[in-house]
Structure formats: structure tokens, C-alpha cells
T-cell receptor
Framework: DAMVIQNPRYQVTQFGKPVTLSCSQT?????MYWYQQKSSQAPKLLFH???????NEADTPDNFQSRRPNTSFCFLDIRSPGLGDAAMYLC?????????????FGQGTRLTVV | SQQGEEDPQALSIQEGENATMNCSYK?????LQWYRQNSGRGLVHLIL?????REKHSGRLRVTLDTSKKSSSLLITASRAADTASYFC???????????FGKGTKLSVKP
């Protein structure tokens, strides 16, 4: 009955080699978020979609891009991963934007850069 | 950008004891939410308290909110070993816009 599904759970990529992480939802929520979480730190918001409208956080590096082809799917593209991009990447959805309702998280994708 | 601070950063208690975690934030908010994260997993929503509410209960959880002090607390009563996890507060709908997380409290409950 998973509602927010992230694939893969673990991803190993080479330094500088583009990588894509995927997220799908069965909740039909308007909003999808991508967070980056490094070890023992808080999740850090990278960007979010409200429907098709893309909203980038001011301090998100250009190396990170996102696509949302339809309501159910959202992708995180890292164009040239560096060692500092190794982290857990969390996808979340919510019914309303601006944090006004609870968020539902996937299990995360742990990215290793070698 | 991060919104606030949880206090303490780590808490170790015995099963059956109560655990209290505090969260402070900096900007105006629409609501404050608490989430739980087991090691290496995603976050699970626990409770949402709106800015016009002062206290909310859900099972063994009790959350308070003081908007004048920009702070919230999460109390877990009669803790169990299964409560061992990291707990994060997150502010929603405020001047910063989206759901912004604090640094978290790592709770360890010893059987």
C-alpha cells in the first residue's frame, strides 16, 4: 500500500556521471517535493512542484534539475554528481502547497558517488 | 535554508519514561508539524498543530505550540523501545513558504 515510491532505494554513480532518481505517488497530490538529507542532518528542500509549476530554492545548485511529466511521477536529475552530493534523497507529496498540509514521504534513495 | 533548532540533539531514556523534545523557529508560521524518521528510512508524519492552537494530542503524543515564543514541544509518554528514532519539527505555510525542517532530536529508548 505504499503511497510514495522511490526507485531505486540505493544508487551508486560515478563522479561526474549523470544520474536520475525517480518518485511516483498514488495519492493524486498537487505538490511534490525533493529533499536532500546528509548524515545526521535535517532534510533540506531542493525544489518542489505545484502541479506543473516548478519552484527552485534559492540555494539549490544548478547541478540539480527536476522533471514532472505528469501528476504521478517526478524525477531528480543530477547532471554531474560530485562527492559532496552523496546523501539520502527524499521525495514527498502533499495535498496543498506552502506546507499547509502534512507531507507523505517515500523511503528515500541513498546516493553514493564513487 | 533551515528554520529552527531542536533541543536536545540527542536524548537517551529508559522504556516507560517520558520523552520531551523542543523546537524553536524563527519566522511566522501557518502550522508546525512533527515527523519521525527511523534510521535510513523516510519521514513519517506524526502530528500537525495550527498557529491558532496551543495543544494537541494523538495517542501517546502531546504537542504544544507557543507562537509568542516561537517554540513547540513534543512529549511522548510511556516510551517504548520502538519509539527509538529521530524526531524532526517542520514549519509550514509561513513567510518562508514551504515545509522547512529543523535539525532533529535523536531519541534512544532502552528496554
Amino acid at each position: 500500500d505504499a503511497m510514495v515510491i522511490q526507485n531505486p532505494r540505493y544508487q551508486v554513480t560515478q563522479f561526474g556521471k549523470p544520474v536520475t532518481l525517480s518518485c511516483s505517488q498514488t495519492l493524486n497530490h498537487n505538490v511534490m517535493y525533493w529533499y536532500q538529507q546528509k548524515s545526521s542532518q535535517a532534510p533540506k528542500l531542493l525544489f518542489h512542484y505545484y502541479d506543473k509549476d516548478f519552484n527552485n530554492e534559492a540555494d539549490t545548485p544548478d547541478n540539480f534539475q527536476s522533471r514532472r511529466p505528469n501528476t504521478s511521477f517526478c524525477f531528480l536529475d543530477i547532471r554531474s554528481p560530485g562527492l559532496g552530493d552523496a546523501a539520502m534523497y527524499l521525495c514527498a507529496t502533499s495535498r496543498e502547497g506552502r506546507g499547509r498540509t502534512e507531507a507523505f514521504f517515500g523511503q528515500g534513495t541513498r546516493l553514493t558517488v564513487v | 535554508s533551515q528554520q529552527g533548532e531542536e533541543d536536545p540533539q540527542a536524548l537517551s531514556i529508559q522504556e516507560g519514561e517520558n520523552a520531551t523534545m523542543n523546537c524553536s523557529y524563527k519566522t511566522s508560521i501557518n502550522n508546525l508539524q512533527w515527523y519521525r524518521q527511523n534510521s535510513g528510512r523516510g519521514l513519517v508524519h506524526l502530528i500537525l498543530i495550527r498557529s491558532n492552537e496551543r495543544e494537541k494530542h494523538s495517542g501517546r503524543l502531546r504537542v504544544t505550540l507557543d507562537t509568542s515564543k516561537k517554540s513547540s514541544s513534543l512529549l511522548i509518554t510511556a516510551s517504548r523501545a520502538a519509539d527509538t528514532a529521530s524526531y524532526f519539527c517542520a514549519t509550514g505555510g509561513g513567510s518562508q513558504g514551504n515545509l522547512i525542517f529543523g535539525k532533529g532530536t535523536k531519541l534512544s529508548v532502552k528496554p
